[in-house]
């Protein structure tokens, strides 16, 4: 792994169905974020983790939960898809702890929710 | 309330000419720091610049200066010397800390497209 790294990177999903976008980072960043985009909408922030063991709510939380057991995953879930939630889910890293003037995104995933 | 405002939704430039991105924020917090990336259309997102909220200098990175207007709360990437490549998705993003969590918080993007 180098970086940051979604998984999967795209997805067509049932209604209904729990599903979990992963997030991995090798960086030791402290700092993980998962964003939705949608057109004209940019990326918004749906949930966050300053440090491991600790979560908060973004912008658009509703319908996603988040965990953070260890620095190097921050997986979302999606209780119960549902078709609102087809879009292109961003994960990203940084070290604030240091000072981290850069932030890494993945590649994305594309979930289409029928 | 949005705390970063994009007002152009899309933008043309000839090549080779300079192009500035606007971009306000709103914080009370005193440390923050600001952030441009670039999307194109493969969708991968590309740092271009970063700028402290303590940083006295403008920002520079080759063709990409940010500039940094702080009592008016801006941040406008300027691209000079445009290429057919610049064409893409701008997004502007700042991190602040408030109430002990740090957020990351992006706008709504800005399409640039590059005349040859």
């Known amino acids: 792994i180098a970086g940051i790294t979604q998984a999967p990177t795209s997805q067509i999903l049932a209604a209904g169905r729990r599903m979990t976008l992963r997030c991995t980072q090798d960086m030791r960043h402290n700092a993980m974020y998962w964003y939705r985009q949608d057109l004209g909408l940019g990326l918004r922030l749906i949930h966050y983790?300053?440090?491991?063991?600790?979560?908060g709510k973004g912008e658009v939380p509703d319908g996603y939960s988040v965990s953070r057991a260890n620095t190097d995953d921050f997986p979302l879930t999606l209780a119960s898809a549902v078709p609102s939630q087809t879009s292109v889910y961003f994960c990203?890293?940084?070290?604030?702890?240091?000072?981290?003037?850069?932030?890494?995104f993945g590649q994305g995933t594309r979930l289409t929710v029928v | 309330a949005q705390k970063i405002t994009q007002t152009q939704p899309g933008m043309f430039v000839q090549e080779k000419e300079a192009v500035t991105l606007d971009c306000t924020y709103d914080?009370?917090?005193?440390?923050?720091?600001l952030f441009w990336y670039k999307q194109p259309s493969s969708g991968e997102m590309i740092f271009l610049i970063y700028q402290g909220s303590y940083d006295e200098q403008n920002a520079t990175e080759g063709r990409y200066s940010l500039n940094f207007q702080k009592a008016r709360k801006s941040a406008n990437l300027v691209i000079s010397a445009s290429q057919l490549g610049d064409s893409a998705m701008y997004f502007c993003?700042?991190?602040?800390?408030?109430?002990?969590?740090?957020?990351?918080?992006f706008g709504k993007g800005m399409k640039l497209t590059v005349n040859p």
């Open positions: 983790s300053n440090t491991a063991g600790t979560t």
């Open positions: 990203a890293s940084i070290d604030s702890l240091t000072g981290g003037t850069e932030a890494f």
């Open positions: 914080t009370s917090d005193q440390s923050y720091g």
């Open positions: 993003a700042m991190r602040d800390y408030q109430g002990g969590s740090e957020k990351l918080v």
